[in-house]
């Protein structure tokens, strides 16, 4: 009785001893849980960090470029209207707007490559009062001339014309600044004037009119307005 007694003391004592190894394991396989989380969180901070940093070089970067390339647009839009400015003989109308009036007849696209050239543009005319200063300076140029590209044109396919000017801004179909009824097929425009026979001083129906781009006439070219 002693004896077994004995054992089961000492199988009592094992059990503890075991459950006591199996505590103090779990406690140490805890302990190296934590400290490999809590590392993985430091892990994930500096990583977190590195991405932040090189986002807001990457930011920095691009904030740069995008500075540069302004000032590289300041730079040739500076050169451009300086070379505009010495060398196209242009003239400031009561409009605000500068105007170079070309006596050399070509078609459409040779005269927009003209002013383009000269750091200028075709003539935009946004209204009567626009139309009516550059068709008294015209006559003040050349009496006889009566027809001047102005850089209005099809922009569409087919039939249906969609005119624009330069900056890509609608000439509507219904503005009273074209030729009324003029239903002529062609795809670029220009300012046109009936000139009396009888009196060079005179002219009427300065209005806008559809004309073949290929035909040559005069041309207007224009400042842009950022010089």
Request: net charge neutral.
């Amino acid at each position: 009785m002693a004896r077994f007694v004995f054992l089961l003391v000492l199988l009592v004592a094992a059990a503890l001893a075991s459950e006591s190894a199996t505590k103090a394991q779990e406690s140490e396989q805890l302990k190296i849980f934590n400290e490999m989380n809590q590392k993985l969180k430091q892990l994930t901070k500096l990583v977190h960090d590195q991405v932040e940093v090189a986002n807001q070089r990457h930011n920095q970067t691009l904030e740069s470029l995008a500075e540069n390339h302004k000032h590289l647009e300041d730079i040739e839009t500076t050169l451009r209207c300086v070379k505009a400015r010495a060398g196209a003989g242009l003239t400031l109308l009561a409009n605000g707007k500068s105007y170079s009036f070309q006596l050399a007849s070509k078609n459409w696209s040779s005269a927009n490559e003209t002013c383009v050239k000269q750091g200028l543009q075709l003539a935009t005319i946004r209204d009567e009062y626009d139309l009516m200063r550059v068709v008294r300076q015209g006559r003040e140029v050349d009496r006889d001339i009566n027809s001047w590209w102005v850089s209005a044109k099809n922009s569409a396919n087919g039939d249906v014309k969609d005119f624009r000017w330069h900056d890509g801004t609608q000439l509507e179909s219904n503005s009273t600044l074209w030729k009324k009824d003029d239903q002529a097929n062609e795809d670029c425009v220009r300012i046109y004037y009936y000139l009396n026979p009888y009196n060079r001083n005179s002219f009427t129906n300065a209005q806008l009119y559809r004309h073949s781009c290929t035909e040559s006439t005069y041309y207007v070219c224009e400042l842009p307005s950022e010089c």
